[in-house]
């Protein structure tokens, strides 16, 4: 696995981003999916704050479409930030790749290129955004199965 840098002490307390700059590699989609679990798993335990597990699982496939977006069509380091935001988890990806993705018209029978579409799915909220460089990709999960987030 290549490096993987994790701001501040490596600790992800309640109301704190994880953040982390993934190298790119063909391990990176692994492990972006390991640190949203291991973000997202202790919240309650912790911070009394109740992650469903229809969220985590969620979590994991948005982290793991937007890098797998990220590490196919851009070159360079991927910033994946996580963080509780109300009721929601937000999951940001950041490439350098300055063009903005689009969801394709449905069709059962293309394969492969449904990750914008899964992601927009089952996201509460979804943006793209240009930066002066690259792109920003951002979604938001709700972590109850209650989406009111009761």
Known sequence: ?????VSEDGITPYGHPLRVTLDG???????ARQL???FLTPMQADHGLH????????????????????????PGPILLNL????????VEV???DPVL?????????????HGLEIVMAVAQ???????????????????TDDPSGL
């Not at 590699?25 to 492990?31: L, Y």
């Not at 993705?101 to 290129?113: E, K, S």
């Not at 909220?125 to 972590?143: D, L, M, N, Q, Y």
């Open 83 to 90: 963080r509780i935001t109300g009721a929601t988890v937000e």
């Open 36 to 38: 949203a679990a291991g």
């Open 125 to 143: 909220s979804f943006e793209a955004r240009r930066e002066p460089v690259g792109k920003r990709i951002t979604a938001c999960i709700v972590i």
């Open 101 to 113: 993705p689009f969801a394709r018209a449905a069709d059962a029978d293309r394969v492969g290129q």
């Open 51 to 74: 992650v469903s597990q229809r969220a985590l699982d969620l979590t994991r496939l948005v982290v793991s479409e937007l890098v797998t977006n990220a590490r196919k069509y851009a």
């Open 1 to 5: 696995m290549g490096p993987v840098t």
């Open 25 to 31: 590699d063909g391990t990176v989609i692994a492990t």
């Open 94 to 96: 950041w490439d350098s």
